[in-house]
């Protein structure tokens, strides 16, 4: 059995909607086992009612509102907190949770704890590629500024995630930056760009924000400020073009039957770019899986979280980025 600990407090929806995931997870996955943290009258009923399903039971919420460092190091029975600290103590083997971004990371960071050797954490989201093929991108947000060698870290495990989960056996490796030309880019990127090509971490080139859903590359790096503001337009750009089409529905009878014949295909795109197909992004980096849902989540995005949760632990990743790391020092 694979054990995920579900934290269903902190999100902006009420606790109900993420049982709902965690009640679909598992029925879809016989292996799976769910420690569920939260309130004690959210919690304990769930899993009296559901036989793979046990109570981790805690008094204290972080809030979205909350500083994420303060929240964590005063609330010490807060649900991520004790979820975290749960998969340390070995009670779990990965963690999902769409409470507060800075909450998770800080909580996963110092509960769960980080492979040896990694100096940062990253967020991480597979995109899907026009070509066919699907491409890792982090920091999405993790971490704002970072050295080069961090940089190379990140594309070290980027690697190993598109290796382990992706099937690709030599992953390719791009920096985001302003243009294809290895002379483009800010002063940070130029480093960037130097410690990477020195890196024996796979470096192809740079790559644009035009290849972030073209499939050129398998893997691609920047910095958390700079891919969270890519990750923020690609999601922008997606809800903007079903917007329009949503309005232009309404212009006359023929439109409206062409987007009903092209709502499920759209669906899935929006799923595609918001990360529900995987139910959030994955924290490389850490000594187990750890995905954060979005704080606006979905049942089917709990379930789609919790059981992509039990497939990376099963897929041995952070064993496989300890190794990439470990060869690379």
Do not use: W
Request: aromatic share 4%.
């Amino acid at each position: 059995m694979t054990t995920i600990c579900v934290d269903v407090m902190g999100a902006d929806k009420e606790p109900a909607v993420l049982l709902e995931g965690v009640a679909a997870a598992l029925e879809g996955d016989p292996e799976l086992e769910a420690l569920v943290a939260g309130d004690a009258s959210v919690v304990e009923p769930f899993c009296a009612a559901h036989a793979r399903a046990r109570a981790l039971v805690t008094t204290e919420v972080i809030a979205m509102s909350e500083h994420p460092a303060s929240a964590v190091r005063k609330k010490r029975d807060a649900s991520i907190v004790r979820a975290a600290a749960a998969v340390r103590a070995g009670e779990a083997d990965g963690l999902f949770s769409a409470g507060s971004t800075g909450a998770v990371l800080t909580a996963a960071t110092f509960g769960v704890g980080r492979v040896r050797g990694i100096k940062r954490p990253a967020l991480s989201l597979s995109f899907p590629g026009t070509s066919g093929r699907s491409t890792v991108f982090l920091d999405m947000g993790a971490n704002a500024d970072v050295k080069p060698d961090v940089i190379v870290q990140f594309a070290q495990m980027g690697r190993a995630y598109a290796r382990t989960v992706l099937g690709v056996d030599e992953p390719r490796v791009g920096l985001l930056t302003n243009g294809s030309e290895e002379t483009k880019g800010s002063e940070m990127a130029l480093a960037y760009h130097e410690a990477l090509a020195a890196g024996n971490c796979g470096f192809s080139g740079n790559a644009e924000g035009t290849d972030l859903l073209a499939g050129t590359f398998d893997v691609i790096v920047a910095d958390g400020f700079t891919g969270n503001v890519a990750l923020k337009s690609v999601e922008g750009t997606g809800k903007f073009m079903i917007g329009r089409l949503k309005a232009a529905m309404g212009e006359s009878l023929s439109h409206k039957i062409g987007m009903a014949l092209l709502k499920d295909p759209l669906k899935k795109m929006a799923s595609d770019l918001s990360g529900d197909e995987y139910g959030g992004a994955i924290l490389l980096g850490l000594r187990a899986p750890v995905v954060k849902g979005h704080g606006a989540t979905s049942a089917r995005a709990v379930c789609q979280g919790t059981l992509f949760a039990a497939s990376l632990a099963r897929s041995g990743l952070c064993a496989q980025i300890a190794d990439a790391c470990e060869i690379a020092r």
